[in-house]
């Protein structure tokens, strides 16, 4: 039997890292301290670990087929590696799109092979927090780590977001319960506000609810901006839904709070104004920095969705939806993000890796990828093996393979490798099929 | 693998040669005596060599940067180069991609570039890309002087778990040296507050910022530190901070320096030789600061230099950083780190017409000019704070020459004149001066003096050749000609090897990461290991098991040693 | 009679749970489902499964009681059975419309399409 | 005096990046030149030549060159980019990014364009019969400044962010436009003739006049009363308040 301590929960962007893992005969039997969502992760899903085994679905060898309605057929990895690496060399307008349950070292490797094709990539921030880069190319980032909203954090707003169900641990470890130097009361000792267009169950542990009529966010953060600004006399009696008069009790907590921290998720990120939604509030926190200390961050999804935007922000200068088609990094989400280039069907051939296109796309963007060679890598069959050409299984990243993960606050962490792996590695996989793609270009 | 390089006009200012014809022999990344005749050749045919450059304070990697970049897609979409069979694509102008921050370092004949501010929990992002800039080699200073264990551990007087912690801290980090911003204005800033003298005392915990630098400096050289304590003042960015700045360097007259060098290190004098009380009355103190420095041994300093056009501010100084956001309508990221310190970002553009910018383009180059001593007064640009370093030929041009300072005058806005000195200097500097502020000085402040910096038997075998005949040009007048040659070398040698040949990069081998392992008593660590693990336990948002960078984000270290106890040579 | 709702889509734990488990019944049964309040389910005589209908296309999923959702708001997990009926423009910006789309709900008899028949519906 | 007329000769569906069709490009150049400029599609460089039919009447500067373009241009991005003279006349529909950074001349275009027609726009005329995709004479990503200067006209309707960071020139949407128009306008003037819903937020200078109704009114405008130009009665806001704006809003 095999104990580690202080393991990370790849699964959500709380990357909480306080997991003890019990592994025997390589398999995990026991996640102490990970929430029902890392638990699945780490002991559902674990290919070898687990009570669940036999209704989890992973995949155990490549496959190919030729024609999407037939049936799978198993391979080698050589043959299944070979045959990505043909469809992909082919491309005249190839999509690299996933990475968000991948490790930064598997994000290197995507963002070499994206150059060598001259492809697109594209991460899951894209249907999740890709608004939230755009609004930080607009008004910036003022933001904090989790520890310094925990430590001194006397206000906390949950804005279009719901830890209660997406982040389980977020309000124990971080936020609303939880306790530091300044804040040794925890819940006692803060006001949590939290907006919403229905009462979540986040929205019922709140001090203070503010139902906004869906899709009016924008108008509400400009109208808590301008009564915060001075201008309370030009807000109407109601704004998406909301009573002035809340608006302004709102503004009061807000501007007399010691050290005030927004989170905010997809109601956000996905509703009307999209990202200008968070370009406003980034505003708001600006404005309230002039009365008291604010800071606003993204509850990011994925375990390590961030650190694909960190990777590709550092190599090339850009967060994600980067088109390389002609040598050089361009990128503009909207033209060159992937529902962009699906949905106008210019897509001829895609790789979707760590992550499931299938499942998390409108059906317009899955309708061309079931019609073009889709190369699937991933441990898991997902909707998009369903719809993929060649499937690729590799090792699972934070439980079969170490690496770096970056945590919604973009505190970078090291996932352990809990089990060994019975498959390739994704970094294997990619190095591959690269060499091939240069082998099949004659370089 | 032996080179020779025959006929070069050689500055090596620490081993006396200044313009002489000498030949330079390497073998196995090293300067040795000779080589063999089976030696390749690269005949400089008189043109100048120095060793490579190397840059002391530079922001090239981690969150602060990265997050630059995110801001500034409008600056991500300059500087575009596509992939070639040994490049990367480059990308970026104030915050390059990490691609692009090596090639382009090289490409100027710098092969050492010290990244000046990262917090120890961010570290592991600092080296992850500092672990993707090619070539060149470098390190990353790490903050110390908001963090909780310094401040308490200074009210404490207790300088033997200062150290502890300082040496840990170097260790957890991978990190060279210690850096000092703002100091305990980084835990004000946790309240969005800031200290405003040297004497103010930091709520919570009981502790001056004076205090903080005095006792960072006597624990710096307890560790023995290589490098100093490298500090970013108070009070930066506001008028009349240069007394500020001035009592900074004073409190170094308390310590003694363990080493041959400083015993601290003022950063970017740009931002903190300035007089006036408001932005009305603003102007340069820099001729105060060169008038100290010119008496006193024990404080270098570097430039900061401004370069007018776009650039991108980023520093631990977080208060400064909103103050700028307000009072330029710009962009804003913040990065509050738990425990440690604050950081902020802010786009920025400096034209020649504002005022205040340029007085601040004089200041720099007055301190250089008026600093007697070029090993006191480092050329950088605190990229990408003054401005972008692929602009250091300019600076360098602007110092050999009068004239294209005059010429550069008369385009800036008339403040220049009244406000300035800079007018009235006629100083030019000559190769031998720009050879210690580019190589020797910083090589030297850094405590590196033994293997960078220089060209004798030992150092590293990093050389740049630039396509000027020192004996046949007038940098006074042909200064357009400078500044083109420093841009682009017509070779840089990197370890022995030739990475870059007519400005263009011909190889990209992996840098090294220099850190420092200092040792301490071992009790001492486990005393001071107590607090550490009660603050892990309470504080942190993350355990202790997790917090130090691994050896796998430093893969190829360059570990120096140092400590308060002898260190055993095994 | 026709509901006409404005719908959401977005995370649930047990959505999250079953994520790498997607061939499941557990998934289906967390995601395949449709959250109104108590009075917009009478309203359509409180049936087990309804359609829901959008600009962008239809899903049979089965019906839950939510009774934190104000009325005329309609919740789907997020994932495939959602996604037959967001809207794919992606406004500029490179994220569709997973939220905000006006859609009518009927109660059905029709049946919850399995994951693979739904994928399968893409391949045609 | 030079006329060129370009044809498509095929059906084209991975867009193609063509920013050397502009008359700067064009001018003086003979058939054969035209037809081997670079032109992209995806990750293959291609020519003008392999996807177009090209026939080239006289030969003349930028200012004299006619560029006339029949057919279905759905999918050719950046026709006229940076142009600073001459004319273009296109027959059809065109792709993103169409007259993009032009500082001079005239496009115009008798179907819709996609997003970013006139983006960084810094003079000349624009003239879209069609409609036009979001982001109408706005910004690059990042950038403080979108369109600085020319005219935009759209016959038909705009969607989101029209003329978004907009510093200078002027648009006119004889429809409807999508939401958020005049977004950080900084300078400028926007027209809309038809309804559109939260103009002129973060406005801080410029002004923008809503024939139309406006589906949802910014909470940040200060109400003036009433006035009125060229013989129509405004309601006249100023705003936004949070930015201390000085934009200026008209609402019929």
């Known amino acids: 039997m095999n104990v580690i301590t202080d393991a990370l929960c790849p699964f959500c962007g709380c990357l909480c890292d306080d997991i003890t893992v019990v592994v025997e005969d390589n398999k995990i039997i026991e996640a102490k301290h990970a929430c029902m969502l890392g638990s699945a992760k780490i002991l559902g899903h674990c290919r070898l670990g687990g009570n669940n085994i036999e209704t989890h679905h992973t995949i155990k060898e490549p496959m190919t087929r030729v024609d999407k309605n037939s049936n799978f057929k198993e391979v080698s990895y050589d043959e299944a590696i070979n045959e990505a690496a043909e469809i992909l060399a082919k491309s005249k307008r ?67 977001c719901n830890p ?280 | 693998m032996e080179l020779l390089i025959k006929n070069g006009a050689v500055y090596d200012p620490v ?211 290589p490098h100093s304590v490298h500090l970013h003042c108070n009070n930066l960015g506001k008028p009349g901070n240069y007394k500020t700045t001035l009592a900074s360097m004073e409190l170094a007259k308390q310590i003694k320096p363990a080493k041959d060098r400083q015993v601290l290190h003022v950063t970017h004098l740009t931002f903190n ?42 520093t631990a100084d977080g208060p400064v950083q909103y103050a700028n956001a307000k009072l330029l309508h710009a962009k804003w990221g913040n990065g509050d780190v738990e425990l440690e310190d604050a950081s902020g970002v802010v786009p920025i553009f400096y034209a020649k017409q504002i005022s205040i910018h340029a007085i601040m383009w004089a200041i720099g180059l007055e301190l250089a000019l008026l600093t007697k001593d070029p090993y006191k007064v480092l050329l950088t640009t605190d990229h990408p704070n003054g401005g972008p370093f692929v602009n250091y030929p300019e600076v360098i041009a602007l110092l050999m020459s009068n004239k294209k300072r005059q010429e550069e005058i008369k385009t800036l806005h008339e403040a220049v004149h009244k406000r300035t000195k800079i007018p009235g200097i006629e100083r030019e500097l000559d190769f031998n001066d720009i050879a210690i502020m580019t190589r020797a000085g910083p090589a030297k402040v850094l405590g590196l003096l033994d293997t960078k910096g220089h060209l004798g038997v030992g150092a590293d075998a990093d050389v740049a050749i630039y396509d000027i005949k020192p004996d046949q040009i007038d940098p006074s007048v042909e200064y357009a000609k400078i500044k083109s040659a420093f841009q682009s070398a017509a070779y840089t040698i990197k370890g022995g090897e030739v990475v870059v040949k007519d400005g263009q990069i011909t190889a990209t081998p992996m840098g090294r990461t220099f850190w420092v392992d200092a040792t301490v008593p071992e009790e001492q660590t486990e005393i001071m290991m107590k607090d550490i693990r009660m603050k892990f336990k309470n504080y942190y948002s993350i355990n202790l098991a997790n917090y130090m960078v691994q050896d796998a984000y430093v893969t190829h270290p360059k570990v120096v040693k140092a400590g308060a106890i002898p260190v055993k040579v095994s | 009679m026709t509901l006409k709702v404005t719908l959401i889509t977005g995370r649930t734990i047990s959505q999250g749970v079953n994520l790498e488990n997607k061939t499941s019944s557990d998934y289906m049964e967390a995601t395949a489902s449709c959250e109104l309040n108590t009075k917009d389910i009478e309203l359509l005589g409180k049936p087990k499964y309804v359609k829901i209908r959008t600009e962008y296309g239809d899903v049979v999923v089965k019906l839950k009681e939510n009774s934190s959702n104000p009325s005329g708001i309609a919740f789907i997990p997020m994932g495939p059975w959602a996604n037959a ?24 008899e029709n049946k919850v399409l399995l994951l693979k028949e739904l994928m399968a519906r893409y391949k045609q | 005096m030079q006329t060129v007329t370009i044809k498509p000769r095929k059906e084209i569906r991975i867009s193609v990046e063509a920013e050397n069709i502009s008359p700067d490009k064009f001018a003086g150049k003979t058939e054969k030149e035209i037809l081997s400029m670079e032109a992209w ?177 910014m909470p940040v405008f200060k109400v003036e009363g009433t006035e009125t130009i060229d013989g129509v009665t405004y309601r006249k806001y100023t705003g936004d308040v949070i930015v201390n704006g000085k934009g200026v809003l008209y609402v019929k």
């Open chain 1, 164 to 443: 209660v169900q997406a982040h389980p641990r977020h309000m124990g470890r971080y936020s609303s319960f939880a306790r530091g130097f300044f804040s040794e009361k925890g819940r006692k000792g803060r006001k949590i506000i939290v907006l919403d267009v229905r009462k979540t169950d986040t929205a019922k542990m709140a001090d203070e609810y503010v139902e906004i009529q869906q899709g009016s966010d924008y108008l509400v953060i400009s109208a808590l901006r301008a009564i915060l600004s001075g201008h309370a006399d030009v807000v109407p009696a109601s704004v998406g839904g909301v009573l002035k008069d809340q608006l302004v009790k709102v503004v009061e907590t807000l501007k007399t709070a010691k050290f005030g921290a927004i989170f905010f998720g997809m109601g956000l990120t996905q509703s009307k104004s999209r990202y200008k939604n968070i370009d406003n509030a980034v505003s708001l926190t600006f404005d309230l920095n002039s009365f008291t200390k604010f800071v606003i961050t993204p509850m990011r999804g994925h375990y390590n969705v961030t650190g694909f935007n960190q990777v590709c922000t550092w190599e090339t200068g850009f967060t994600t939806a980067v088109d390389f088609s002609r040598g050089l990094p361009y990128y503009n989400p909207g033209e060159t993000a992937a529902n962009d280039v699906l949905n106008r069907n210019e897509v001829d051939a895609a790789m979707v890796i760590a992550a499931d296109a299938a499942a998390h796309f409108p059906a317009n963007s899955v309708r061309r990828l079931a019609k073009m060679p889709l190369v699937q890598i991933d441990p898991h069959w997902s909707a998009t093996t369903e719809i993929a050409n060649v499937v690729i299984p590799t090792a699972i990243c934070g439980i079969e393979v170490e690496g770096t993960a970056y945590r919604m606050d973009g505190v970078s962490l090291r996932l352990r490798k809990m089990i060994e792996p019975t498959h390739l590695t994704d970094e294997e996989v990619l190095e591959r099929i690269t060499q091939r793609v240069k082998e099949l270009r004659g370089e």
């Open chain 4, 41 to 217: 599609m995806g990750n293959q460089k291609t020519t003008l030549g392999e996807l177009f039919s090209v026939k080239v009447d006289g030969s003349g500067a930028a200012a004299d060159t006619k560029i006339v373009m029949d057919g279905d241009f759905s999918r050719i991005k950046r026709i006229g980019e940076g142009m600073t003279a001459g004319l273009i006349m296109i027959k059809g529909n065109v792709d993103m990014h169409l007259g993009a950074k032009m500082s001079g001349g005239k496009i115009s275009v008798t179907g819709n364009v996609d997003s970013w027609a006139g983006r960084e726009m810094k003079g000349g005329e624009l003239i879209i019969e069609g409609n036009a995709g979001y982001y109408l004479g706005a910004g690059y990503r990042g950038e403080t400044c979108g369109m600085r200067g020319g005219k935009i006209t759209v016959l038909g309707s705009a969607l989101d962010f029209v003329g978004e960071h907009m510093c200078g020139g002027e648009i006119i949407v004889k429809g409807n436009t999508g939401i958020l128009p005049g977004l950080s306008n900084n300078g400028g003037k926007i027209v809309i003739e038809g309804n559109t819903s939260r103009p002129g937020s973060e406005m801080a200078k410029g002004t923008i006049i809503v024939n139309g109704t406006v589906d949802e009114m």
């Open chain 2, 273 to 314: 030789a300035w007089g006036g009380t408001n932005w009305g009355d603003f102007e340069s103190k820099a001729d105060e600061i060169a008038n100290y420095l010119n008496n006193s041994d024990n404080v270098t300093t570097d430039m900061g230099q401004l370069i007018f056009g776009s650039a991108t501010t980023m």
């Open chain 3, 85 to 108: 009926v967001v809207d794919p423009d992606t406004k500029g910006c490179g994220m569709p419309g997973f939220k905000g789309i006006p859609a009518e709900i009927d109660a059905t």
């Open chain 1, 94 to 160: 190839p999509l690299l799109y996933g990475w968000a349950s991948a490790s930064c070292e598997v994000h290197k490797k995507g963002l070499l092979l994206a150059e060598e094709l001259g492809a697109i990539i594209d991460n899951t921030a894209s249907v999740c927090h890709g608004p939230t880069g755009l609004a930080t190319h607009e008004k910036g980032s003022p933001s904090a780590t989790l520890g310094q909203i925990k430590n001194r954090a006397d206000v906390i707003v949950f804005w279009g």
């Open chain 2, 15 to 225: 081993n006396g040669i200044a313009g002489d014809r000498a030949d330079i022999s390497i073998k196995d990344g090293k300067i040795v005596e000779k080589v063999s005749s089976g030696a390749s050749v690269i005949d400089a045919g008189g043109r100048l060599v120095m060793a490579g450059g190397v840059d002391a304070h530079s922001h090239i990697a981690g969150a602060k940067v990265n997050l630059g970049r995110l801001m500034r897609p409008e600056d991500s979409r300059i500087g575009l180069k596509s992939r070639t069979k040994i490049t990367r694509v480059y990308s970026g102008y104030t915050v390059p991609n990490v691609f692009a921050m090596g090639y382009r370092y090289a490409q100027m004949g710098y092969t050492t570039v010290f990244e000046a501010a990262q917090a120890i929990m961010k570290a592991r992002h600092t080296h992850e890309e500092l672990e993707e800039i090619p070539i060149i080699d470098k390190g990353a200073l790490t903050l110390f002087g908001s963090n909780w264990p310094t401040m308490d551990y200074v009210r404490e007087k207790n300088l033997d778990k200062l150290a502890a912690y300082v040496a840990w801290g170097l260790l957890a980090s991978r990190g060279f040296g210690v850096k000092v911003v703002n100091p305990g204005g980084g835990e004000m800033w946790g309240f969005g507050k800031n200290v405003t003298s040297l004497d103010d005392v930091v709520p919570n915990f009981d502790v001056t910022p004076a205090q903080i630098i005095v006792s960072l400096m006597k624990a710096n050289e307890m560790l023995r530190l």
